[in-house]
């Protein structure tokens, strides 16, 4: 990996030049967005923001960009020593292929740059968002990661900009989708008390004590708590036959999969409904079929939380 981008600064170097005499006094990328380059890896990620021929880019560990929000107080901080970023004004218009191509085009081409000396601080402060919709109850969470600087100077060999603050923005690479929707609708069992449904990469789990599918046909309601849970977990990476029954109850993926999303209810009711199952003599009880639905179940992660006002779990059948 490091000799891949160490390939990628020389490049970007190369492709500088002085082309006039420009004096830069501050940054100003007005409402652009950052974008990510492509030949980012899985473990440094290349951010690039641009502004007609104004341009910056920020080379980060992947690992400071993750699925959690950041504790309010608590950024993520990270040294300019040994970071990468970059500004240039170009001699004309700009846009991030002048970085993150293979090959750097021939126009425009640098007139000034300016790198981040030692010191200074790269502060990212996660944020997500949930957003249900209405009627399918399938669930998107975005996460915005904000980029800002603190106490950093810029060089070009001859003159200094320092800054001790500079917001460089906001990076939303990541929408998930929790679906909710189970082609599958066989519940199945953990070897605790857990039961789950599953498609692929996803599964939702209920955590209640035995005795919640008892052999009697009845209705029960019970409050979720601490102790009896629902529990979404979405994953990634992995083929589909990884997606075993051991992995969805543990909840401890090994690579190469990832647990991506994992939101906890433990507020809101679940409506037991059991009823008999008889044999072809309509006489004798061969098993007991346990209607299970949610009503008004918050999901949690950190801070933010949903409400799914219903939700049909399904039949669970025990014998």
């Known amino acids: 990996m490091k000799k891949i981008f160490g390939a990628f600064v020389c490049l970007f170097l190369l492709n500088g030049c002085d082309d006039g005499d420009i004096v830069v006094e501050t940054f100003d990328f007005g409402s652009s967005s950052i974008q990510k380059c492509s030949n980012s890896t899985d473990t440094q990620t290349i951010l690039t923001r641009t502004n007609k021929n104004q341009l910056m880019l920020i080379n980060v560990a992947a690992s400071n960009f993750k699925n959690q929000e950041?504790?309010?107080?608590?950024?993520?901080?990270?040294?300019?020593?040994g970071s990468e970023i970059i500004y240039r004004s170009y001699s004309d218009d700009v846009t991030s292929a002048a970085v993150c191509s293979t090959i750097p085009p021939v126009s425009p081409v640098v007139a000034e740059e300016y790198r981040v000396l030692p010191g200074g601080t790269i502060e990212i402060v996660t944020s997500m968002l949930p957003n249900v919709n209405a009627s399918s109850l399938a669930t998107s969470v975005s996460y915005n990661h904000q980029i800002k600087f603190k106490n950093v100077q810029f060089s070009n060999g001859a003159s200094t900009i320092s800054f001790q603050e500079y917001l460089f923005g906001t990076y939303t690479p990541t929408t998930n989708t929790l679906s909710f929707s189970f082609t599958?609708?066989?519940?199945?069992?953990?070897?605790?008390?857990?039961?789950?449904?599953?498609?692929?990469?996803?599964?939702l789990l209920l955590d209640l004590p035995a005795a919640s599918y008892p052999s009697d046909a009845g209705t029960q309601t019970i409050t979720l708590d601490g102790t009896n849970r629902a529990i979404y977990r979405?994953?990634?990476?992995?083929?589909?036959?990884?997606?075993?029954?051991?992995?969805?109850?543990?909840?401890?993926?090994?690579?190469?999969?990832?647990?991506?999303?994992?939101?906890?209810?433990?507020?809101?009711?679940?409506?037991?409904?059991?009823?008999?199952?008889?044999?072809?003599?309509?006489?004798?009880?061969?098993?007991?079929?346990?209607?299970?639905?949610?009503?008004?179940?918050?999901?949690?992660?950190?801070?933010?939380?949903?409400?799914?006002?219903?939700?049909?779990?399904?039949?669970?059948?025990?014998?």
């Open 234 to 319: 979405l994953y990634t990476g992995g083929a589909a036959a990884d997606y075993t029954t051991d992995l969805i109850c543990s909840g401890t993926p090994a690579t190469p999969i990832m647990l991506s999303e994992e939101w906890i209810a433990n507020e809101g009711t679940v409506t037991i409904v059991t009823t008999a199952i008889f044999g072809v003599d309509n006489t004798t009880i061969i098993g007991y079929k346990h209607n299970i639905k949610f009503t008004n179940i918050r999901y949690k992660k950190g801070s933010q939380s949903f409400l799914h006002p219903e939700y049909t779990f399904g039949d669970y059948r025990t014998n």
């Open 184 to 203: 599958d609708p066989t519940i199945k069992n953990c070897t605790d008390n857990k039961i789950f449904l599953q498609s692929s990469n996803q599964a």
């Open 70 to 81: 950041t504790v309010a107080g608590t950024p993520i901080t990270i040294t300019t020593t």
